[in-house]
C-alpha cells in the first residue's frame, strides 16, 4: 500500500498550486482522504479532509475559501487545490487515508511521503 504525493513546488505569495495525492495498493474510495502539514519546529497540523465519496470536506480555519479538497475515484487520487497563497502555508505536506472522518493524525492508517510548499513573499 502505497500513497504518493506530488506537486509541491516554489510559489510566489498570492499563487496557487495542486497537489495530487496517489493511491496504489489500496482502494482510495473506500477511506476518507485526509491532508496534513508540517512546518519547521513545528508539530504536523491538519489541513482538511474529504469523504469517501467526495460529498463532505472539512477545512481548518486558516484554508476556508483558499484551499479545497477534491478526488477522483476513478484515478484513486485525492487533490489538494491551494489558492492565494500565503508564505505562513510553507510547510511539508502530507497525504493520508483513514477509515472514519477524524482530524487526528494517529487514526490515519496510510500516508504519503510528503511534498515540500515553499511560498515566498
Known amino acids: 500500500v502505497q500513497l504518493q504525493a506530488s506537486g509541491g513546488g516554489l510559489v510566489q505569495a498570492g499563487g496557487s498550486l495542486r497537489l495530487s495525492c496517489i493511491g496504489s495498493?489500496?482502494?482510495?474510495?473506500?477511506?476518507?482522504g485526509g491532508w496534513f502539514r508540517q512546518a519547521p519546529g513545528k508539530e504536523r497540523e491538519f489541513v482538511g479532509r474529504i469523504s469517501p465519496n467526495g460529498g463532505s470536506t472539512d477545512y481548518i480555519d486558516s484554508v476556508k475559501g483558499r484551499f479545497t479538497i477534491s478526488r477522483d475515484n476513478a484515478k484513486n487520487t485525492v487533490y489538494l487545490q491551494m489558492n492565494s497563497l500565503k508564505p505562513e502555508d510553507t510547510a511539508v505536506y502530507y497525504c493520508a487515508a483513514a477509515l472514519f472522518s477524524t482530524n487526528t493524525p494517529s487514526a490515519y492508517h496510510y500516508w504519503g511521503q510528503g511534498t515540500q510548499v515553499t511560498v515566498s513573499s
Open positions: 495498493g489500496v482502494t482510495f474510495s473506500a477511506y476518507v
